[in-house]
């Protein structure tokens, strides 16, 4: 019994360890409230080292022969709000995610009408590969963009480009369903650009040698955050296990901080801490006394 057990608790470990991986994304929050595709991809060309702006897609878009909408006439990076402020398709359409990402980094990708399953996931990102998340809002006909960028076990890292949202960490099943700040609608994950490209990335070479250490953990009132480099004015923001941010410190300096538990409940926390640019992440449990 005891050697079942051991064996079982060895494969755990192993199942875990093969979804544990995250890849240093970087945030790009929308700069029109239509833009969640524009924003996606540059954090997606960045990614892979190609440099551009949101204008600078939008207006790509708003030039191409045949584009599905009229984006006006005006250029995007002169006045984005006389057309060139406007929703997009995943894909299947001229100016869409998809070709966006052929044309600036010669990304190939393709769409799939479905949301992922973790273990599909977990092979693009083993290869290095981000994925464009499509969310629907129930019952209407519109939807909004994000980037997934990472799993570990059951959680799903994500990039949401709307005003104040960021970097998140979400479950699985949240990421299928559920009501997300950038609607009051419940959002259900409908389409995906998978990308197929043999592909690598240019920034994650940023964190080489920088890691975040957390000593105790679990813990039950307070703990402390290593970082591998010296922090300035860096960021920390701490998300439940559906995605939400649940207390945030500003400000830190210095090659580590204490981290007051105040009044967080018991539970399995994602950490996230930004500085330049540059994100490190770690897992946090609260347990009780």
């Known amino acids: 019994m005891k050697k079942s057990l051991l064996f079982s608790a060895i494969l755990c470990c192993l199942l875990f360890t093969s979804r544990a991986q995250v890849l240093n994304v970087r945030n790009n929050e929308q700069e029109y409230n239509q833009w969640c595709w524009a924003a996606c991809s540059k954090t997606i060309l960045e990614y892979y080292g190609f440099d ?30 006389q057309g060139c402020n406007y929703w997009n398709y995943s894909w299947g359409e ?50 909004h963009f994000i980037v997934g960028h990472g799993i570990k076990g059951d959680s799903i890292y994500f990039m949401n480009p709307w005003f104040g949202e960021g970097l998140h960490v979400g479950t699985y099943s949240f990421m299928l369903s559920g009501i997300d700040k950038t609607s009051t609608y419940t959002h259900e994950w409908t389409h995906t650009n998978r990308i197929t490209s043999n592909v690598s990335a240019v920034s994650e070479r940023s964190n080489e040698g920088t ?11 307070e703990t402390t955050l290593q970082s591998g480099r010296i922090l300035k004015d860096a960021t920390l923001t701490v998300y439940n296990s559906c995605g939400q941010a649940a207390k945030q410190i500003k400000h830190i300096s210095g ?20 500085q330049d640019n540059n994100s490190f992440s770690a897992k946090l449990v609260i347990k009780d006394n």
Do not use: M
């Open 211 to 221: 890691t975040l250490s957390v000593n105790p953990n679990p813990f039950f009132s």
């Open 52 to 81: 551009t702006t949101q204008c600078g897609i939008a207006e790509w878009v708003r030039a191409t022969p045949k584009t599905w909408h009229d984006y006006g006439s005006v250029n995007c990076c002169t006045d984005a709000s």
């Open 94 to 143: 001229p100016g869409s995610i998809q070709e966006i990402l052929v044309h600036f980094g010669n990304l190939q990708n393709t769409g799939v009408s479905a949301a992922l399953t973790e273990n599909e996931i977990t092979a693009d990102i083993q290869k290095n590969r981000l994925f464009v998340i499509r969310w629907g809002w129930v019952g209407t006909v519109n939807g």
């Open 255 to 274: 090659q580590s901080v204490t981290f007051h538990r105040d009044n967080l409940p018991c539970g399995i926390y994602f950490i996230r801490l930004e």
